[in-house]
């Protein structure tokens, strides 16, 4: 699990420790100290803590004029102990949401398995972002299982194309408006 980086081909674009709106705005890296574990396996240092032991995510790219940003997420998404999402929305979405993000990509190529507890959060999370959205691509399809028995695909666009979208060749935009495109087509 060390050497599974966040997706680096845009940090010339974006790094949310430069970004002044992001929660992680300041933070500072190792590239050569480890010391995140998931189940006492190091992660790399990129990673971002956001109070999880299990779930570790990194801010991609943030754009506060189109309102969307990339999350790429590594580990366990275990709610029913650890209650992760309660972590991930009142630390990083709600902060995202007040600066004007509506729109979340979640990237869950590296998320081993999910545990589900109650949908309350992303019942929030679907409602704060009113006319936006909240779209998983690229989860493994065990994950996106539980999802769907425990209710959470009601409140993400998941399934098709998400499953295997070749994300990397495209830049933030670009990936943006496939998901945009996507989305589109399955509402009409």
Avoid at 125 to 132: A, C, K, L, N, P
Avoid at 159 to 180: A, S, V, Y
Wanted: aromatic share 18%.
């Amino acid at each position: 699990m060390q050497d599974l980086e966040p997706y680096y081909n845009w940090i010339s674009l974006y790094s949310a420790a430069e970004d002044d709106l992001s929660p992680f705005f300041g933070r500072t890296y190792s590239e050569f100290e480890y010391e995140n574990t998931i189940y006492n396996y190091y992660i790399h240092p990129q990673w971002d803590f956001i109070g999880s032991p299990t779930l570790y995510i990194k801010i991609l790219f943030a754009d506060y004029v189109s309102g969307f940003a990339i999350i790429e997420m590594i580990g366990e998404w275990n709610d029913a102990i650890n209650n992760d999402i309660m972590f991930l929305k009142r630390d990083i979405i709600d902060h995202m949401i007040s600066e004007g993000i509506n729109k979340f990509i979640l990237i869950g190529e590296n998320v081993l398995n999910f545990h589900t507890s109650d949908d309350c959060y992303y019942e929030e999370w679907f409602q704060d972002v009113e006319d936006g959205w909240i779209v998983a691509i690229n989860f493994r399809q065990h994950v996106l299982n539980e999802f769907s028995r425990g209710n959470i695909d009601y409140y993400l666009g998941m399934g098709g194309e998400f499953d295997t979208l070749e994300w990397r060749t495209f830049n933030p935009m670009q990936l943006f408006e496939r998901i945009e495109a996507v989305l589109s087509r399955r509402l009409n």
